[in-house]
């Protein structure tokens, strides 16, 4: 049969755009197989334009052979549609962990995850050597409260080993009904045997950004993942931060974010910048080449930042904390990064089905590759248990009989309790958390005259 009983020789002919060709070719090579016996010769028409346009020809009757060998001789009957999503799945997976096929319901999940709410257990997840590997727990789900931790492995999913499933296929096996019950095999760095998790799924609604003062003049600002509105909520929340007192210091917690929306960190970095580059993405086509600036105006009008991040922080968190220590505004403090410097972008291919493929990287200000590096700390701090040491009152001078009188003796001198009080359990638990204060605390003392200068302002 030839391409032009199939309907195609004048359409290659006649197509000048380079892609829509190949594409034409490409069918045409596909089809001459599939609806033909294999025995019949192959059209050489055919085959050469494809030549000239750079159709690995040999490589597709191969694959149109496989297909018809397959459909008239496995063991049992098999559809052929199912056959073709699983060809396209594996060819997405060789590419890289981020690129995949989405069904609709797989095209759902995706746009449920951006707005805010979805059912499961609270884990953004990544391939590793055939294994689910765990980016980082979302805040206040079943996985964080379970102690599930970045960098755990998922081995088994109920009785279904992970090894050999896609990864859209392990999450969708720990998705389900709210309520229903999922055990997983995890194993934990330094760990010499995976443990069971039983967890109870759940309805997950991300609050994306929360804020608290954690001692008088101290701020702190969550960040759990980049929806489509935590840049306008980010805002909201460092001006009510602003209005319950000077600020001296904010912390911004990144730790286990795993991304999200590109355009929610450019937002969140740019009420941080003054000016300058927050990001650029490099790719090879030129939709995929962008840059993003910030707008004059700093929120925090200078205030110093510290940045926590951890082995969670990944994509969209990452450039915002590079953006931030790019152009020195913030002193990053935590463990490296994830290191998930990629673009991907939801080609749709008709009205039911999509692909997600990774279209470009992105890189800092100073021209800095995220993927696969991570950002660096400039301070390490690895995660540690408070504890706070048993210890007898020193003999001082005002002990000694009859030691000479101080000035001010008598007075609480110890101004501090209140505000050490004042700081609540979020950071006696967390020792990270804990440095990043004590750090602010320090450039305070060090660089008094901001804050004398903004409280001047407000007189």
Same mark, same amino acid.
């Given at each position: 049969?030839?391409?032009?009983?199939?309907?195609?020789?004048?359409?290659?002919?006649?197509?000048?755009?380079?892609?829509?060709?190949?594409?034409?070719?490409?069918?045409?090579?596909?089809?001459?197989?599939?609806?033909?016996?294999? !025995?019949?010769?192959?059209?050489?028409?055919?085959?050469?334009?494809?030549?000239?346009?750079?159709?690995?020809?040999? =490589?597709?009757?191969?694959?149109?052979?496989?297909?018809?060998?397959?459909?008239?001789?496995?063991?049992?009957?098999?559809?052929?549609? =199912?056959?073709?999503?699983?060809?396209?799945?594996?060819?997405?997976?060789?590419? %890289?962990?981020?690129?995949?096929?989405? !069904?609709?319901?797989?095209?759902?999940?995706?746009?449920?995850?951006?707005?805010?709410?979805?059912?499961?257990?609270?884990?953004?997840?990544?391939?590793?050597?055939?294994?689910?590997?765990?980016?980082?727990?979302?805040?206040?789900?079943?996985?964080?409260?379970?102690?599930?931790?970045?960098?755990?492995?998922?081995?088994?999913? %109920?009785?279904?080993?992970?090894?050999?499933?896609?990864?859209?296929?392990?999450?969708?096996?720990?998705?389900?009904?709210?309520?229903?019950?999922?055990? #997983?095999?995890? #194993?934990?760095?330094?760990?010499?045997?995976?443990?069971?998790?039983?967890?109870?799924? %759940?309805?997950?609604?991300?609050?994306?950004?929360?804020? =608290?003062?954690?001692?008088?003049? $101290?701020? $702190?600002?969550?960040?759990?993942?980049?929806?489509?509105?935590?840049?306008?909520?980010?805002?909201?929340? #460092?001006?009510?931060?602003?209005?319950?007192?000077?600020?001296?210091?904010?912390?911004?917690?990144?730790?286990?974010?795993?991304?999200?929306?590109?355009?929610?960190?450019?937002? !969140?970095?740019?009420?941080?910048?003054?000016?300058?580059?927050?990001? $650029?993405?490099?790719?090879?086509?030129?939709?995929?080449?962008?840059?993003?600036?910030?707008?004059?105006?700093?929120?925090?009008?200078?205030?110093?930042?510290?940045?926590?991040?951890?082995?969670?922080?990944?994509?969209?968190?990452?450039?915002?904390?590079?953006?931030?220590?790019?152009?020195?505004?913030?002193?990053?403090?935590?463990?490296?990064?994830?290191?998930?410097?990629?673009?991907?972008?939801?080609?749709?291919?008709?009205? !039911?089905?999509?692909?997600?493929?990774?279209?470009?990287? $992105?890189?800092?200000? %100073?021209?800095?590759?995220?993927?696969?590096?991570?950002?660096?700390?400039?301070?390490?701090?690895?995660?540690?248990?408070?504890?706070?040491?048993?210890?007898?009152?020193?003999?001082?001078?005002?002990?000694?009989?009859?030691?000479?009188?101080?000035?001010?003796?008598?007075?609480?001198?110890?101004?501090?309790?209140?505000?050490?009080?004042?700081?609540?359990?979020?950071?006696?638990?967390?020792?990270?958390?804990?440095?990043?204060?004590?750090? #602010?605390?320090?450039?305070?003392?060090?660089?008094?005259?901001?804050?004398?200068?903004?409280?001047?302002?407000?007189?």
């Amino acid at each position: 049969m030839s391409n032009d009983a199939l309907g195609l020789g004048n359409y290659m002919l006649k197509t000048s755009h380079p892609l829509l060709r190949r594409t034409a070719l490409s069918a045409a090579l596909l089809l001459t197989v599939s609806v033909s016996a294999p !025995t019949l010769a192959a059209d050489p028409e055919v085959d050469e334009q494809a030549r000239q346009d750079g159709v690995p020809v040999t =490589e597709l009757r191969a694959f149109a052979e496989v297909l018809e060998r397959v459909r008239g001789a496995y063991v049992q009957d098999v559809d052929e549609k =199912e056959l073709i999503q699983a060809a396209i799945r594996g060819m997405l997976m060789e590419l %890289d962990p981020h690129s995949s096929y989405l !069904t609709p319901d797989q095209f759902e999940d995706l746009q449920s995850t951006t707005s805010g709410e979805f059912g499961g257990l609270g884990l953004e997840v990544t391939m590793e050597d055939g294994f689910v590997k765990v980016v980082s727990p979302i805040d206040d789900s079943p996985a964080s409260r379970a102690d599930i931790q970045a960098g755990d492995l998922i081995l088994k999913i %109920d009785d279904t080993f992970v090894k050999g499933l896609s990864l859209a296929e392990a999450v969708e096996l720990m998705r389900g009904e709210a309520g229903s019950e999922v055990t #997983l095999s995890v #194993l934990s760095d330094g760990d010499e045997k995976p443990r069971p998790v039983t967890l109870k799924r %759940d309805r997950i609604k991300v609050e994306s950004v929360k804020s =608290e003062v954690l001692e008088p003049g $101290y701020g $702190y600002l969550r960040v759990s993942q980049f929806q489509n509105n935590t840049g306008h909520e980010a805002k909201k929340a #460092l001006n009510e931060l602003k209005a319950e007192g000077e600020l001296s210091g904010l912390i911004l917690d990144l730790r286990n974010n795993p991304g999200g929306v590109l355009q929610a960190a450019v937002e !969140t970095a740019d009420a941080l910048l003054d000016d300058g580059l927050i990001v $650029y993405t490099e790719g090879r086509i030129q939709s995929s080449r962008l840059r993003f600036s910030a707008r004059s105006g700093d929120i925090m009008e200078g205030t110093p930042i510290v940045v926590l991040i951890n082995g969670g922080s990944a994509s969209a968190s990452e450039i915002l904390a590079g953006a931030l220590q790019d152009h020195e505004r913030a002193v990053v403090m935590g463990t490296k990064s994830f290191g998930k410097g990629s673009v991907q972008t939801v080609i749709p291919l008709d009205e !039911t089905h999509a692909i997600k493929m990774t279209t470009a990287r $992105y890189y800092t200000p %100073d021209g800095r590759s995220i993927q696969a590096t991570g950002i660096k700390p400039d301070i390490e701090v690895r995660p540690a248990e408070l504890k706070e040491l048993d210890s007898k009152p020193f003999f001082t001078e005002a002990d000694l009989s009859g030691h000479l009188e101080g000035q001010n003796e008598g007075q609480d001198q110890d101004g501090n309790d209140d505000a050490q009080n004042a700081t609540g359990s979020l950071a006696d638990r967390d020792y990270q958390l804990r440095s990043a204060l004590n750090l #602010l605390k320090g450039i305070r003392i060090l660089n008094p005259n901001k804050s004398a200068k903004a409280e001047g302002s407000d007189q």
